[in-house]
């Protein structure tokens, strides 16, 4: 019998001869058995070994088999337990049962029960160590998703801090060179009234600067932080120009024309700054990678019909988007970009955040004829 070669018994009955013979037979059979002549003994011997399967007498001096099952059920809960009781005593096998025992023989113990009984046993355990890892896996597999989702934000962050990188350089040169030239006026000597007029033009340009690499900073910073959704009122126009703010200079390099045309009657919403925005980046950043070799961007916002809400749609004159394609493109996961572009979960992101917000997202797109994505938002979102 191969399949026991790797299981472990141990034994617990008061009587010496039982014990010897049960012993011969579950060996022959190829198990590994240790016995006990008593429940303390035998618990003992579990704590040591950590059997698959325990087969105790019930009727011992000291300690019996119930509590010996009791015991090992709290301390050992994997270990299965088989019990052996006397002819006729049923009601001490149901409680037996009804502590998890895994099935009882009645003695005079025969060969085919008791190996009938095991094998019952043996199927147990190896059912709940199989439903163990699968629960193991599951959690493994939660877990995972949760990295994934962190990585993915980590890495569109990335991208963002390429553009933003950029968007800073460029006021912070300027600074540097207005600082330098007004050093070297002042090395000249000449006294400072001398130079007022054009220090003052210098400053106000080093202050605008400043203001605006500082804007970018916090706005990025306002976006990576990991926040519970905050509801506040939304001025819809701010945050798109924050949203530009951040993209623009990948909008450049990509060739990448820009309109915004936004409402100027468009009121304010309740909603989450943070999460709308990365909606609005999240469409963008799509518009961009749709438009390798460059092309339009449009960003209009205002009333939606009926007045009932705010729609904000980002149009690009990209790919487009493939018809068998449509129906899964907000599922997460589904990226039909090169492996490391794009992991799929921008749209789905979207998707969830509109839910949040009681509004939805829209798309109309064909292949080579661009793609319109409409955020709805009604005026209580949130
Ligand atoms: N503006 C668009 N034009 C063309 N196809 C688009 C556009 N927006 C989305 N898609 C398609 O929908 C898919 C899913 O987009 P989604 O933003 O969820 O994932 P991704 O951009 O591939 O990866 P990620 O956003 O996680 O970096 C894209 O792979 C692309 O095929
Ligand atoms: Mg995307």
Redesign the pocket.
């Known amino acids: 019998m191969p399949e026991s070669a790797y299981w472990t018994i141990v034994l617990i009955d008061d009587e010496a001869d039982i014990r010897e013979v049960m012993t011969m037979s579950l060996q022959d059979s190829g198990y590994r058995v240790l016995d006990a002549s008593n429940g303390e003994a035998g618990i003992r011997l579990c704590h040591q070994e950590k059997p698959e399967i325990v087969i105790t007498d019930i009727r011992m001096p000291g300690m019996d088999g119930i509590q010996v099952l009791k015991t090992i059920k709290t301390s050992l809960p994997d270990t299965e337990v088989i019990v052996a009781t006397a002819f006729g005593d049923i009601d001490v096998a149901i409680r037996a049962l009804q502590l998890d025992a895994s099935d009882f023989i009645t003695k005079p113990i025969s060969d085919e029960a008791l190996f009938l009984a095991l094998r019952r046993a043996q199927q147990r355990y190896t059912s709940r160590k199989k439903l163990l890892d699968y629960t193991a896996l599951l959690e493994q597999q939660v877990v995972n998703q949760a990295r994934i989702l962190h990585q993915?934000k980590l890495?569109?962050m990335g991208r963002l801090a390429a553009s933003v990188v950029h968007e800073i350089n460029n006021p912070l040169s300027g600074i540097l060179n207005y600082i330098r030239l007004m050093i070297r006026m002042l090395g000249k000597g000449q006294p400072i009234e001398f130079h007022k007029d054009k220090f003052l033009q210098y400053l106000d340009v080093v202050e605008r600067e400043t203001a605006r690499c500082s804007g970018i900073v916090s706005n990025l910073l306002t976006f990576s932080r990991r926040t519970e959704p905050v509801v506040h009122p939304v001025n819809i126009p701010d945050m798109i120009d924050r949203s530009v703010m951040l993209i623009r200079h990948k909008l450049d390099i990509s060739h990448i024309r820009l309109t915004v045309s936004v409402k100027p009657d468009i009121p304010v919403v309740n909603g989450d700054m943070n999460q709308l925005q990365q909606c609005i980046l999240?469409?963008i950043?799509?518009?961009i990678?749709?438009m390798p070799d460059g092309g339009s961007l449009t960003i209009r916002a205002g009333m939606g019909p009926d007045n009932a809400g705010v729609a904000i749609q980002i149009q690009?004159t990209?790919?487009?988007?493939a018809e068998s394609?449509l129906p899964h493109?907000?599922e997460p996961f589904?990226?039909?970009?090169e492996a490391g572009?794009?992991?799929?979960?921008?749209?789905?992101t979207v998707f969830g955040i509109m839910e949040r917000h009681g509004g939805r997202v829209d798309v109309i797109?064909r292949t080579g004829q661009g793609?319109t994505?409409t955020l709805w938002l009604p005026m209580s979102a949130g």
Request: charged share 15%; glycine share 16%; hydrophobic share 40%.
């Open positions: 993915d890495m569109s999240n469409l950043l799509n518009a990678d749709a690009d990209g790919t487009g988007i394609d493109i907000f589904f990226s039909t970009k572009y794009g992991v799929g979960l921008g749209l789905s797109s793609a994505f």
